[in-house]
């Protein structure tokens, strides 16, 4: 089992939402961590413009390296891959009402007052390992569930 304050801790540490959420489960599905520092470095902060949250899409990358089989360039090949996204996305939403960056942080991190608001007020510090620690947690029940099915 993998530990889920991993990915908060890498946060903590200097990842980047997108990059502490991949990095935790990459190597269990195949994937070094370079790799996966590389591939969700553009993602944090709502891909750098305040949309859906980094540990998100984090989530997203981590469940197409678990679910997407070989004919995954097709969209039958993706069907487990949107089922486990649509199942990650309904208790994510669950727990913090929404994806978007913006509205989890209760400020536009891409403007200078939200970055202000942000800076003064901690958030990245403060708020946002709550949403990565979430990300992470949905995702190893998730991949348990499946483990558990086959």
């Known amino acids: 089992m993998t530990e889920t304050t991993t990915s908060a801790e890498r946060f903590l ?7 502490a959420v991949l990095t ?3 190597e ?4 070094d961590q370079l790799t996966a520092l590389k591939i969700s470095s553009g993602f944090p902060a709502g891909m750098q ?4 949250c980094g540990a998100v899409t984090g989530a997203y990358m981590v469940l197409g390296l ?3 089989d070989q004919q995954s360039s097709e969209s039958t090949g993706r069907k487990k ?4 996204v649509a199942e990650f996305t309904s ?7 929404t994806l978007d960056c913006s509205d989890l942080l209760g400020c536009n991190i891409i403007t200078p007052e939200g970055k202000e608001i942000a800076d003064q007020k901690n958030l990245f ?6 949403f990565v620690e979430d990300a992470a947690i949905i995702l190893q029940e998730i991949i348990e569930s499946a483990d558990h099915d086959q």
């Open 24 to 26: 935790q489960f990459c």
């Open 125 to 130: 510090k403060t708020v946002c390992p709550k």
């Open 28 to 31: 269990q599905l195949g994937m």
């Open 49 to 52: 413009m305040a949309g859906v």
């Open 81 to 84: 891959v949107y089922e486990a």
């Open 66 to 68: 678990k679910f997407a």
């Open 13 to 19: 540490q200097g990842n980047g939402c997108s990059q």
């Open 91 to 97: 208790r994510f939403k669950q727990r913090n009402n």
